[in-house]
C-alpha cells in the first residue's frame, strides 16, 4: 500500500483484541504502523509501531503521525454534514469505504481517479431491493 493511504471500516469496538485483528487483517506482518496513543495499540505484535501522544500535545514524531486518518474523518464529517445529510447506520461502511476510497485518490487527476472508480466496481452489484432492505 502507499504511503499515507488509510484503511477504514467500522469495528463493533475499541478493544485491543478487536483494533489489533484490524491491523493484521489489513496490513502485512513486518509492517510499519503509525497509530495514537490509544491503549489497544500498545505492544502490537509483528509490526513496527510508532505512537503519538496528543494528550501531551504531540502531533509529529519523525514519521509517526495521525494526520491521514484524521483527514479522512474530517473529510466524511464534512461530507456527513454538507453531502449526505442523513447517513443511515445500515450502509455506514459504504460511507467509510467511500470516503477513505477518495482520500487514498485525491493525488490522482480526474481521469485517473474516474478510472480506479470504475475498475473498483467491476464484480460488485447494489440491487435496490437489498439498498433500502425491501422489494421494490
Not at 495499540?41 to 501531551?56: C, G, I, M, T, W
Not at 487527476?109 to 440491487?127: P, Y
Amino acid at each position: 500500500m502507499p504511503p499515507n493511504h488509510v484503511r477504514a471500516a467500522l469495528v463493533p469496538n475499541r478493544d485491543r483484541r478487536v483494533l489489533q485483528a484490524f491491523i493484521r487483517n489489513r496490513a502485512k506482518e513486518g509492517a510499519t504502523v503509525y497509530t495514537d496513543d490509544f491503549t489497544s495499540y500498545k505492544n502490537l505484535p509483528d509490526y513496527e509501531h510508532e505512537a503519538v501522544n496528543h494528550s501531551v500535545g504531540e502531533h509529529v514524531r519523525g514519521k509517526a503521525h495521525t494526520q491521514g486518518i484524521e483527514s479522512m474523518w474530517s473529510m466524511l464529517k464534512r461530507g456527513h454534514k454538507g453531502t449526505y445529510d442523513k447517513m443511515s447506520w445500515k450502509h455506514l461502511n459504504r460511507y467509510v469505504g467511500e470516503f477513505a476510497g477518495r482520500h487514498n485518490q485525491r493525488d490522482l487527476d480526474t481521469l485517473d481517479q474516474m478510472t480506479e472508480m470504475v475498475l473498483g466496481m467491476n464484480g460488485k452489484r447494489l440491487r435496490y431491493k437489498d439498498l433500502i432492505g425491501r422489494a421494490a
